[in-house]
C-alpha cells in the first residue's frame, strides 16, 4: 500500500511564500517522477511541477522564477517552495509520484488547500 501525506498549505497574502511538502510511504517501485498538480474551482487539474528520477525538472509556464521543486530520494520525499505567490495560485495541489518498469503506476496525494489573498 502506497501513501502519499502532503503538508504545507494555508492561506497567504499576495507576494508570500509557502513551502509544500509530500512524503511517500509503502512499496514503490523505481520513482520515475515526483510532482506537484494543482486544480482551482471550476478548473481542470493542471501539472505545475515535476522532478525526473535524474534530476532533471519542469513547470508550467505561470510559476516558472517563482515556484521551486526538490526532493529528498533518502526519504522518498519532493517540496515544492512557492514564492511571490499569486492570488491566481489558489487551488488544491496535489503531490503525485509516478513509478514502475513496464507498466507505470500513478499515486496522488489527498490534496492541500493553498488559498492566496488580502
Known amino acids: 500500500q502506497v501513501r502519499l501525506v502532503e503538508s504545507g498549505g494555508g492561506l497567504v497574502q499576495p507576494g508570500g511564500s509557502l513551502r509544500l511538502s509530500c512524503a511517500a510511504s509503502?512499496?514503490?517501485?523505481?520513482?520515475?517522477?515526483m510532482g506537484w498538480y494543482r486544480q482551482a474551482p471550476g478548473k481542470q487539474r493542471e501539472l505545475v511541477a515535476e522532478?525526473?528520477?535524474?534530476?532533471?525538472?519542469n513547470y508550467v509556464d505561470s510559476v516558472k522564477g517563482r515556484f521551486a521543486i526538490s526532493r529528498d530520494t533518502a526519504k522518498n520525499t519532493v517540496y515544492l517552495q512557492m514564492s511571490g505567490l499569486k492570488p491566481e495560485d489558489t487551488a488544491v495541489y496535489y503531490c503525485?509520484?509516478?513509478?514502475?518498469?513496464?507498466?507505470?503506476?500513478?499515486?496522488w496525494g489527498q490534496g492541500t488547500q493553498v488559498a492566496v489573498s488580502s
Open positions: 509503502g512499496s514503490i517501485v523505481r520513482i520515475k517522477s
Open positions: 522532478i525526473r528520477s535524474g534530476g532533471s525538472t
Open positions: 503525485n509520484v509516478v513509478s514502475g518498469w513496464v507498466a507505470t503506476t500513478y499515486y
